[in-house]
């Protein structure tokens, strides 16, 4: 507090020197600029040691199909229906070997061999390397393929077993591989269930001639795991196949079925011959060059693949008739797979093999071959008719008056006499013939 007739000072104030601003102004900016180009440089280090973490390296990856090879291992199921390999059939109009070889070639797998241990028709067509292989020799030829690939420059194998059917992402599997730096890497299912896909070092030998000796089943050291969420089909049994189509129909998987969209659903492929008074009911497919008589039905996912043939009247429901099978008049086949003379009821899983022609027959793969015998059966036919229409005569009875033929019950309406069994209603939800009426 000032005392009385104080005055107030202000503290001395000093000049500053000429420029004094200019200089701290540029001293400021040195230091910012000194900051912001270390900054920079930091910067672009860690950008380069980012590109350097993410650069893209070219591997040549080759695969190899395995089709069959189970021999006496009891872990699978037979992998076979009427003689032939699952793999090698019909999954709405392609085999299923076939389809896996077109995923792999649409992820840039180009050179692909294939050791199958049944033949298929049409394999010397295919962009593969295709070799049938004896069951005895067959896990030494697959031992051998991989030396030559190996030998050829590949730096990474991919085998797959068929077996089932995968739906799975290469690179993602191949990444795996890489980043886990393990000489073996082993596909498993979302719940840890090891698969028949393996990546393998092309300079590991040993290992691929061990895992190859023990039928896929053990390998030489600890491999990596990979963990496939694609959708998988095991193709164990017919019931398998069976469930593909279904699968494909109804688009739970990616596989398309081989034809045009006719209507929704229904996909018939080229060649196929339907007879106008025929009905396809959605979901279903026709397959290439099939044929469907007057009256014949395809309903609930019914499936009838190339070359197949459905006679008059017959209905094919919830089943699949197999490539170059004839199916006879007046069926009903329900549930079922039906090829090579073989029917499987699916409910029950009972397989019984036909006899009778005249149900089910197998049309020959060859074309000319299928030509002779329709041109065989025409000329065994026609004269047969026409010496039935000139000599027979008619064995049909009139009725000598009127009233009693109107006072006649009807057959129709009149219960057959038959003496019912057991084994007769278990055979009739089996396999039935019955009159649909007007189609």
Known sequence: MLAAGARATSPPVFPEPEGAHEQQ???????HGAANQAGRRSLQIARARFVRAYEVHTVDVRAIILVGGLGDSTAHENESFAGSLLATYDVLGKPAVVRVIERLKAQSINAISVI?????????KLPVAWTDA????????????????????????????????????VDDFLQRHLDGRAHVTRAVDPNGAPLEMFVINASRRNDAAYLFRHRLQQTRSLCGQWVSRGYHNPLAAARDL???????????????????????????????????????????????AARLHATAVVTRCGVVERHAEVDTGTVIEDATVLPY????????????????????HLPRNVEVEIADPKLMDVRS????????????????????????????????????ELPVAVKTPSAIKTPAEVEASSEASSFANFAVARRYGDH
């Open 325 to 344: 099978t004839y199916i006879g008049a007046g069926l009903d086949i329900a549930h079922a797979v039906a090829g090579g003379k073989k029917l499987l």
């Open 134 to 169: 004896p069951a005895a020799q067959f896990w030494r030829i697959a031992e051998n393929t991989f030396s030559d690939i190996a030998q050829a420059g590949a730096e990474a194998v991919l085998v797959i077993r068929m077996g089932g059917y995968s739906e799975f992402d």
């Open 25 to 31: 102004a540029a001293e400021v900016a040195a230091v």
């Open 242 to 288: 069976r469930a593909l189509a279904v699968d494909g129909l109804l688009q739970r998987a990616q596989l398309k079925p081989a034809g045009m969209e006719r209507r929704p659903g229904v996909w018939v492929a080229r060649g196929a011959r339907l007879d106008r008074r025929a009905r396809v009911l959605a979901p279903a497919f026709i397959g290439a």
């Open 365 to 400: 793969q060859h074309a000319p071959l299928r030509a002779l015998e329709s041109a065989a059966s025409l000329a065994a036919f026609l004269p047969v008719q026409i010496f039935r229409g000139l000599l027979a005569t008619s064995q049909r009875k009139q009725p000598a």
């Open 116 to 124: 199958s241990e049944s033949p298929m028709a049409g394999s010397a």
